[in-house]
């Protein structure tokens, strides 16, 4: 049964309700019908589906009333983002039955006048046919980094929770205040109060009575640093944040980390500025997908003997979403994306002054030097390189490039390196050839240092994490967003 079937028994069901249940005549030819619960399919899913968001137009296929809706059929059309699944059925009295994904071949989902919407099971014990449902939730039994809420911390992925997870943690009912209004009728004062009862999780819950400064960051790009006052709440498939008394809330959170590190990739922005505005010039090379951990291991494996000489680098967090555009915006910029307008790869325009509009306002020269694509509108062109030599890499051209613009005196040059990325994708964040990659960039990175007299911030837009076919990043995990972070002088 395909997904436009299901839709049209579904938009029937709710015909046939209304003739089965009995309209009443207003003014003659006005008809109401009788009310009908919703029921929403909610947790790990792609998408959020509402019965009540599917009505048919027809008008004459009243016998699919009474025909059941198989649950699976319910289940896949809200898409599952895992194959391995629980699904809880759970009625308006709070009651919920737990039923297998996989186990759901004998069960449908029916509306009566008497129970709502309810289950029928052939297979499953009696207690499987919950009354009045108002949520199917689907529940990942998948241990997955890739979806849903993470608690990390800059050395170690700690704890990961999905919405379908969520629902069955132990929660506390919060009268939450939605509003209040008031009224004077005959002297008097009538006065208000909304409320709606939430069921939130604590913070400190997840994190510890310890930990209190964390850092949130949300899908759409919001990067916060919190106490741990607040509490999480589900909504639909996703977990906000909320501060009830402050009527806080911040919507779909991607994740926790606790003992951040005070300083971010959005320091690339405020210290060149600083300076530059001091007359220093700046050099920022910029190691696309160098992750702090390809940082330590390098050094334990000597792949990095420029590097290796000097101080120890800061970690440095990137945002959300760790992808270039976003990690690169917030490094001109010194804003998280939610500001500076640029959340993923799909974006390209800066909502904010970056530092190659604030030192072109100051009349000085800065320079972009960058790979054979634009990756963001600036203020100034990139100077683009492809692989001339066709030796699978730009960042030999990159490199040369770069020396041949310090011979210009620029006061600020950003120089991208990409190989790092491209082999971390290929062949794993921790492999050989990207090792040897580094390597490379690190004998690329000594030779422009040498060269550039004044200060050389050395960073990265995000990191990258081993995956079953190479490496990936753009999740919220440690491998993606803790960065090395080093300032130092140049040695011309």
């Not at 999905?162 to 009268?175: A, D, R, S």
């Not at 054979?372 to 490199?399: H, M």
């Not at 200060?455 to 190479?470: E, R």
Request: with cysteine; glycine share 8%.
């Amino acid at each position: 049964m395909n997904k436009k079937i299901i839709l049209l028994i579904i938009g029937l069901a709710f015909l046939g309700i209304g003739i089965f249940v009995g309209r009443i005549t207003i003014d003659a030819s006005k008809e109401v019908s009788a009310y009908i619960p919703d029921m929403k399919i909610i947790g790990d899913v792609n998408e959020v589906i509402g019965i009540n968001n599917f009505k048919s137009n027809e008008s004459d296929e009243n016998k699919y009333f009474e025909k059941a809706i198989p649950l699976i059929e319910l289940v896949e059309m809200a898409e599952p983002v895992v194959e391995e699944y629980d699904v809880l059925l759970v009625g308006e009295d709070g009651l919920f039955a737990q039923l297998k994904g996989e186990n759901l071949d004998d069960c449908s989902i029916k509306f009566s006048q008497d129970n709502g919407w309810e289950s029928i099971t052939e297979n499953h014990p009696i207690n499987s046919r919950i009354k009045r449902i108002k949520e199917i939730v689907v529940v990942s039994r998948e241990n997955t980094w890739d979806y849903g809420l993470n608690i990390i911390n800059s050395r170690e992925n700690v704890l990961n929770i999905t919405p379908g997870q969520f629902y069955l943690k132990e929660t506390t009912l919060y009268p939450y205040l939605d509003g209040k209004s008031s009224k004077k009728a005959g002297g008097k004062d009538y006065d208000v109060r909304l409320y709606k009862q939430k069921k939130l999780l604590s913070i400190k819950d997840v994190t510890g009575e310890d930990k209190k400064n964390l850092l949130m960051m949300g899908e759409n790009g919001a990067y916060e640093i919190l106490s741990n006052e607040g509490y999480l709440e589900l909504m639909g498939n996703k977990i906000n944040y909320v501060v009830p008394n402050d009527r806080i809330q911040i919507q779909g959170i991607k994740g926790i980390m606790m003992d951040m590190p005070p300083d971010s990739i959005m320091n690339t922005y405020y210290d060149a500025l600083h300076y530059i505005e001091n007359d220093d010039d700046v050099m920022i090379v910029f190691l696309d997908g160098f992750a702090y951990r390809q940082y330590a291991y390098a050094i334990s494996k000597n792949y990095i003997p420029f590097l290796e000489t000097l101080d120890k680098p800061k970690m440095a967090t990137s945002v959300y979403k760790p992808v270039t555009n976003a990690g690169f915006a917030a490094m001109i910029t010194g804003k998280p994306p939610h500001i500076n307008g640029v959340y993923d790869r799909s974006y390209k325009d800066l909502k904010t002054e970056s530092i190659f509009g604030a030192v072109k306002n100051m009349g000085k020269k800065a320079v972009l030097v960058e790979g054979d694509i634009k990756i963001l509108n600036t203020e100034i062109e990139p100077i683009l390189n492809i692989d001339k030599n066709k030796n699978g890499t730009r960042d030999d051209e990159i490199f040369n490039s770069a020396l041949e613009e310090i011979k210009k005196d620029p006061n600020l040059i950003l120089v991208h390196f990409h190989s790092i990325d491209d082999m971390g994708h290929e062949h794993g964040d921790l492999a050989k050839e990207t090792m040897e990659t580094i390597n490379t960039i690190d004998g690329y990175v000594n030779k422009l240092a040498a060269s550039w007299k004044g200060k050389i911030i050395i960073t990265a837009d995000h990191g990258m994490h081993k995956t079953s076919d190479g490496g990936e990043h753009g999740m919220f995990r440690y491998e993606d967003l803790i960065v090395p972070y080093f300032v130092l002088e140049g040695g011309a």
